[in-house]
């Protein structure tokens, strides 16, 4: 009993802190009404109480903060049980590379024993699961169909629904999440980079988004697990938010953030998009670029590019830096002109472009030299589908 009366004076004290506190590095301004974003972790009178005397696991990373601390650390601290992390792409600490296999071990902040969900292994197995009564889902997502935490959340929902194990999303804005746009997912392309018939920009947060996976049915069997959702306060789709943190390590600040959809393409091409360089996703390039005055040479950076594409080679390029960014479309027109630029036919593409793509349509498009106005139109009525079905979920305006 004593205990429960001092966890209500801490909701209770967190609260009016989440209220009053003008934390810079958690609070983000709509640009509009200059209105404090707190984000569902913040909203610890909301989730406290369904943690009490539970076996708590979390999905976390470098991004799950609740003002200063770490959601774990904060959990730990309020005597929540936390008896497991599980860690997704680049890890708990947002140490690894993008695509780095992670292995199991212990979080030595904690001693909580770590399971690597990229890797050999992608979803939960049941030994991980035992006695863990519920699975909490906190990270950070950037709204694009190829940036895998939707899909590592898929995993987790998978097992939970499976394993009869409660799943809480603490959700957090979507900085993207004005867009909906590109080609729509053709499931016979389905992948970790693309799991759902979804387009490649979704306009959700991960909350809405995990919704969705669970309304349609998307779960191995057409499973559904016990879902909640803690929402963000003053958010909406149309707010211009700004990470306090930077989700993975080569997204480093919110201009790679709003160019990922257009540049994240590149990624199946011979082009760079300045992994291993101080400003990745700002920039594109390769050796052979004609007619480009801006240059940079691509290093290995431990924790971020340890080999990337065209080490220690001259690269030149488009900065894009101080690039206006159109927030009502992907820019298709940059990867138009370098597939043009470099002029090498089907070259250009490796095998990854059709995961990223989510089809083997679009590098057939551009081979074919359809203008980006043309490439469009064939996207318009999955897009028009797409939009009736998130319109469903959407927990903000």
Avoid at 4 to 18: C, E, M
Avoid at 202 to 225: D, F, H, P, R
Avoid at 320 to 329: A, T
Wanted: with cysteine; charged share 20%.
């Amino acid at each position: 009993m004593k205990n429960t009366i001092n966890l209500i004076i801490v909701i209770f004290v967190l609260s009016q802190i989440d209220l009053l506190s003008g934390c810079k590095n958690f609070s983000s301004q709509n640009n509009n009404n200059k209105i404090k974003i707190i984000v569902g972790a913040e909203n610890t009178n909301e989730y406290l109480p369904t943690l009490t005397n539970k076996k708590v696991a979390i999905v976390a990373n470098q991004s799950s903060y609740i003002k200063h601390t770490h959601i774990v650390d904060s959990l730990l601290s309020l005597n929540i049980n936390v008896v497991k992390i599980f860690a997704p792409e680049h890890g708990l600490r947002g140490a690894a590379d993008a695509g780095e296999h992670i292995n199991n071990n212990i979080d030595k902040q904690t001693g909580i024993p770590i399971i690597s969900l990229y890797g050999k292994n992608k979803k939960p197995q049941s030994e991980d699961l035992q006695n863990i009564d519920i699975i909490i889902f906190d990270i950070q997502d950037v709204g694009v169909r190829f940036y895998t935490y939707i899909s590592t959340m898929h995993y987790v929902m998978e097992a939970c629904a499976e394993n009869n194990i409660d799943f809480l999303v603490l959700d957090r804005p979507n900085p993207n999440g004005f867009l909906v746009d590109g080609p729509v997912l053709d499931t016979n392309f389905r992948s970790f980079v693309g799991m759902h018939k979804v387009p490649m920009v979704y306009g959700m947060t991960i909350g809405e988004y995990a919704l969705m996976i669970n309304g349609e049915g998307w779960l191995k069997n057409n499973e559904k697990c016990k879902l909640k959702v803690i929402k963000c306060k003053n958010y909406t789709h149309q707010t211009l938010y700004n990470l306090p943190i930077k989700p993975s390590p080569n997204l480093p600040n919110m201009k790679s953030v709003n160019l990922y959809p257009s540049l994240g393409l590149f990624e199946g091409t011979v082009v760079s998009v300045g992994r291993g360089t101080n400003f990745p996703f700002q920039v594109i390039g390769h050796p052979d670029f004609k007619n480009n005055n801006f240059s940079f040479m691509p290093k290995s950076i431990m924790g971020a590019a340890k080999n990337p594409k065209f080490k220690n080679v001259k690269c030149f390029g488009l900065d894009l830096r101080n690039m206006k960014i159109d927030n009502s479309k992907i820019n298709l027109n940059l990867l138009i002109s370098a597939y043009r630029n470099l002029n090498i036919g089907d070259k250009f593409f490796n095998p990854y472009f059709k995961n990223l793509a989510g089809n083997n349509i679009l590098r057939q498009q551009i081979i074919d030299q359809l203008s980006e106005k043309e490439i469009r139109k064939t996207w318009k009525k999955d897009l028009l589908t797409f939009k009736k079905i998130r319109k469903k979920y959407l927990l903000y305006k």
